[in-house]
Structures are given as C-alpha cells and as structure tokens.
C-alpha cells in the first residue's frame, strides 16, 4: 500500500518558520491534506487540495506538492502551533485513505 | 455549524464486537455531498482511516479491516454505526468519526477528499 513517511519531529523557535515535508511515491500527482492535532483533542483540518485554508486557518499556514514530496509551512510560529502535523493523501490503487506517520512540532 | 460526537462502549473484552455511534447535529446526514467516516488511533500512534459510508447505504472500507468492519447509516435518527468484529488489544483506540468530503464519482466508484469536521473521539479499550 502507499505510504508517507514525515519527519518525527520539528523545533522551531517563535517567530521562525516551520516546514514539515510529506514523502511519498511520485506525491505530487495527488491531492494532499494537512491536519493540526493538538495533545487530547481531535485533529483540525488546516490545509486541503495541497494549498487551500479552510476558513478560520490563518494565512501563516501554507502548503505545496511537487514531486515526491508535500510541505506545510508554518510562518511566524507562535506558541499555541505547538501540535502534531498528520498529511493524508488518496492511493487510488487500493482505494484507500491513507495518513502520514505524523511530526510533532516543538516551538523552542 | 455542524457537529459530531462519538459514543461508544469504552471497555470491550476480546473476541467481543463492539458497536459504536456518531450522531451528527447542526447539518444533515443526507447530504448529497458528503460520506461520512470512521478514523482510529491506537495510543501514541498515526491515524488510520477505517472506513466511510455514504446516506445511501453505499461504504468504503480499508483492506486491511474490510473483513471485520461494518458501516451503517440511519438516516431518521442523523447517526452513523461502526461495528467491528472479533477484537484484540490491537484494536484499542480513540476512534473519531468526521465528515469526507465528496470529490467525485465516475460509474463505478466515487473519490473523495479530506475529512472535516471530526468528532471529539471515543476511547475504546479491548483487555480482559
């Protein structure tokens, strides 16, 4: 089956910038989602279609696919980013949703 | 603004097949534009997708759970059930339920998207 392999983790300092990559075969010929899960609650949808924001997501959350992998991009980090980052793709050929091993995002 | 909530049995004991249910408020059920899914996470684990069922009654399982999962739909009470059999410790969990959002369908099978909203999640504990 299709697998994402994201690093366990990221630091980053307040204010800094924080990638989180999404590795997969040839990932960018599918649509990615991204989801902030914070600890003890359920996870919260921050970028769908590679790029979009939901409403509500702020603008400091970004996205893109290319090649074999996905990033988000978490701008101007601030405490409360603090979270673990799951992407979820589609494998058509075993018509199965699939999510990443997660990274946990430290802000230092 | 629309909201699901879990409920589920918490502790189950092995080879037991626990049933649980989501009830969908502020939207409904029926939508033409949405499936409806099951999504789990063993302890300090990923998520993992289970399976989603449109109003229709028409379901998408995960391969590797397909023979032991059941997804139902009752559209007069706005609920959704998962219903998974024969159980060991590995199928402990917090199970959610969310919204998938529809993306398209060609004649033989329907592709969908992300999942949102989600449910807060439901412990369930499999031990004797």
């Known amino acids: 089956s299709y697998v994402l392999t994201q690093p366990p983790s990221v630091s980053v300092a307040p204010g800094k910038t924080a990638r989180i990559t999404c590795g997969g075969n040839n990932i960018g010929s599918k649509s990615v989602h991204w989801y902030q899960q914070k600890p003890g609650q359920a996870p919260v949808l921050v970028i769908y279609d590679d790029s979009d924001r939901p409403s509500g997501i702020p603008e400091r959350f970004s996205g893109s696919n290319s090649g074999n992998t996905a990033t988000l991009t978490i701008s101007r980090v601030e405490a409360g980013d603090e979270a673990d980052y799951y992407c979820q793709v589609w494998d058509s050929s075993s018509d199965h949703y699939v999510f990443g091993t997660g990274t946990k995002v430290t802000v230092l | 603004q629309l909201q699901l909530q879990e409920s589920g049995p918490g502790l189950v004991k092995p080879s037991e097949t626990p049933s649980l249910t989501c009830t969908v408020s502020?939207?409904?059920?029926?939508?033409?534009?949405?499936?409806w899914g099951w999504i789990r996470q063993p302890p300090g684990k990923r998520l993992e997708w289970i399976g989603s069922?449109?109003?229709?009654?028409?379901?998408y399982y995960n391969p590797s759970l397909k023979s032991r999962v059941t997804i139902s739909v009752d559209t007069s009470k706005n609920q959704f059930s998962l219903k998974l059999s024969s159980v060991t410790a590995a199928d402990t969990a917090v199970y959610y339920c969310?919204?998938?959002?529809?993306?398209?369908?060609?004649?033989?099978?329907?592709?969908?998207?992300?999942?949102?909203?989600w449910g807060q999640g439901t412990l369930v504990t499999v031990s004797s």
């Open positions: 969310a919204r998938h959002i529809l993306g398209y369908c060609s004649t033989s099978s329907c592709y969908l998207n992300w999942f949102d909203p």
């Open positions: 069922i449109y109003y229709s009654g028409r379901t």
């Open positions: 502020g939207g409904s059920i029926s939508s033409t534009s949405y499936y």
